[in-house]
């Protein structure tokens, strides 16, 4: 049954020699490719490098020790869906708990048993894979979002920045880690709706006729429906339908208001606005960032977005982190 074969990439870190050996030992021959590093510098330098299937890290390594490794590979979006395995001494209880704080899925004690470490390794492996099959189904999501937004030009790179500057300002306001990656989602998918509006209506030049208005009008409940089945997206949704609300009510496609509507629809909203105002349209030149966040406390004394929001957003386009906020702007404060 040891024989059945698994699968994977593998990152071993250790800095024993002989532990790395037989870790290489021990995987490759039931299938699996197994790169070692012997510290955890090297093993993060390494992840930038290869895509891996499972990380095995050993605690007590020079430069980084695993639980380093462990946080940071949790703490990066390119990584965090990585399983990692700490390799911790005999029921060392501290260093699990350590572990646990850091990320870690998993856990292996020295002396390794042959039979557990391949229980555990086929285990995780398998749940990469499902994680990659359910990456597949969003970046499918993605693409469609994208070309979507590619048959404007005037839109281009608008989800990238949306979804950068929702998530900075995320947060700025403290939201939850679950709250930010939907955000990041939400920039790219909150218009995939836009699916079911003809082109010549959505690149319509001229003024828009209440037909027309009616049936853009729905792009948020349609996006809503395409992406619903995906579990990872629950969290998305409510971002996604309730874009084009307003403080005051009047917007759709519920007439929500104020902390009815979602935090997170809220903050995305926001930046929608920013940085509509600060490129170029047919029907406009792209403001400087001054007059876009004047235009924009108007339209939050109408009554249109959150004060609180606004603020936290002003405050950080004033804060030295927000460089990047004047990438899509107008040249002139
Ligand atoms: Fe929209």
Redesign the pocket.
């Known amino acids: 049954m040891l024989r059945q074969s698994i699968t994977g990439t593998i990152l071993v870190a250790d800095d024993q020699a002989p532990n790395r050996e037989l870790l290489e030992e021990l995987l490759t021959p039931h299938g699996c490719k197994v790169v070692t590093v012997p510290d955890g510098a090297a093993a993060l330098e390494e992840l930038t490098r290869t895509r891996f299937d499972l990380v095995l890290l050993d605690v007590m390594m020079p430069h980084l020790n695993g639980f380093e490794v462990c946080e940071k590979i949790k703490n990066n979006p390119d990584t965090y869906l990585i399983p990692v395995i700490m390799i911790t001494a005999l029921s060392d209880k501290q260093d699990r708990i350590e572990g646990i704080k850091a990320g870690a899925d998993d856990f292996l004690t020295r002396p390794l048993d042959r039979t557990e470490l391949l229980a555990r390794v086929r285990s995780l492996l398998k749940l990469k894979q499902r994680t990659d099959e359910l990456e597949r189904a969003e970046s499918v999501l993605f693409s469609l979002a994208r070309s979507i937004e590619g048959k404007d030009p005037y839109t281009h790179g608008h989800c990238e920045r949306l979804s950068d500057y929702s998530t900075r300002l995320g947060e700025h306001l403290g939201l939850s880690e679950d709250q930010l990656i939907a955000l990041r989602r939400a920039g790219i998918v909150?218009?995939v709706g836009?699916i079911a509006v003809p082109d010549a209506i959505l690149l319509k030049p001229g003024s828009l006729t209440a037909d027309e208005w009616k049936l853009i009008r729905e792009?948020?409940t349609v996006g809503e429906r395409i992406c619903a089945p995906l579990k990872s997206f629950r969290f998305v949704l409510p971002i996604i339908r309730h874009?084009?609300e307003k403080f005051d009510g009047s917007g759709y496609p519920d007439g929500l208001r104020g902390q009815d509507i979602p935090i997170t629809a809220r903050v995305l909203q926001v930046v929608?606005v920013y940085d509509a105002l600060t490129t170029d349209r047919p029907y406009k030149k792209a403001f400087s960032i001054t007059d876009a966040l004047q235009t924009m406390k108007q339209e939050v004394e109408k009554g249109w977005w959150d004060a609180h929001v606004f603020a936290a957003f002003e405050r950080l386009v004033g804060s030295r982190t927000a460089d990047f906020l004047s990438r899509g702007a107008a040249a002139g404060q």
């Open positions: 909150h218009d836009k792009h948020p874009h084009h929608d």
